[in-house]
């Protein structure tokens, strides 16, 4: 089975703190994903990493950044929250190709509060 | 750019009748065509998908089905059971999939 890890189901922050929130992955996905999901707008990406030190901007990137040091880990950095940073977060990978039928696997998300 | 759209926000369905679930979309030039499930406080499941090469995909009590000419994606459930009640949500692409906004589905005792 895979198995996506985020490091914290729950997380208070103060407004113009840096935020990290870690995922892990143990399947050896070259894919991982981070989106955020609002009631009313669906699931929207914010990054998407194919490879180590590899990273794409997704739909909403502004005020969020990315880091992929190691193929399992992928880090998602708030480098000074905000409010409209509240949010559920989730986390997501998939392997590359074809055969991987664009299935992302996702972790069980992060809430976090942003006061 | 993608834009994908489930034009209802929530579905309540008896229990033991069919569920229907729509997506609608703009760009076809992806493969894949899948549908994720979601409890509260869990992450979406990949719950079943259909391969732009075909119409129609069957998984027990799943269906999806493509209708390309009309760029609309549905999934049938039947007989819908009271563990299908969930968010439901669509996503197309490539390695990046767009999601649909989702569908809050209750299935009436």
């Known amino acids: 089975d895979v198995k996506v890890t985020q490091s914290s189901r729950y997380l208070v922050k103060r407004t113009g703190e840096k935020v990290f929130l870690e995922c892990v992955q143990d399947?050896?996905?070259?894919?991982m994903f981070w989106y955020r999901q609002d009631p009313g707008l669906g699931l929207r990406l914010i990054y998407f990493?194919?490879?180590?030190?590899?990273?794409e901007k997704g739909d909403i990137p502004e005020g969020y950044s990315v880091s992929r040091e190691k193929k399992e880990r992928f880090s998602l950095i708030l480098e000074s929250a905000s409010t409209n940073q509240t949010s559920m977060y989730l986390c997501?990978?998939?392997?590359?190709?074809?055969?991987?039928?664009?299935?992302?696997?996702f972790g069980a998300g992060t809430r976090l509060s942003v006061l | 750019d993608q834009q994908v759209k489930q034009n209802s926000p929530s579905l309540s369905v008896q229990e033991g009748r069919i569920s229907i679930l729509n997506c609608d979309y703009t760009?076809?030039?992806?493969?894949?065509f899948l549908w994720y499930k979601k409890y509260p406080a869990e992450g979406p499941t990949f719950l079943i998908s259909?391969?732009?090469?075909?119409d129609k995909n069957e998984d027990g009590r799943f269906t999806v089905f493509l209708n390309k000419s009309a760029k609309h994606l549905s999934l049938h459930i039947v007989p819908s059971q009271p563990g299908d009640s969930a968010v439901y949500f669509c996503?197309?692409?490539?390695?990046?999939?767009?999601f649909g906004t989702g569908t809050r589905l209750t299935i009436i005792p």
């Open positions: 259909i391969s732009s090469i075909k």
């Open positions: 990493s194919y490879d180590v030190k590899m990273k």
């Open positions: 996503g197309i692409g490539n390695e990046k999939l767009t």
């Open positions: 760009n076809s030039m992806f493969d894949y």
């Open positions: 997501a990978s998939s392997l590359r190709g074809l055969l991987a039928k664009n299935i992302q696997y």
């Open positions: 399947m050896d996905h070259e894919n």
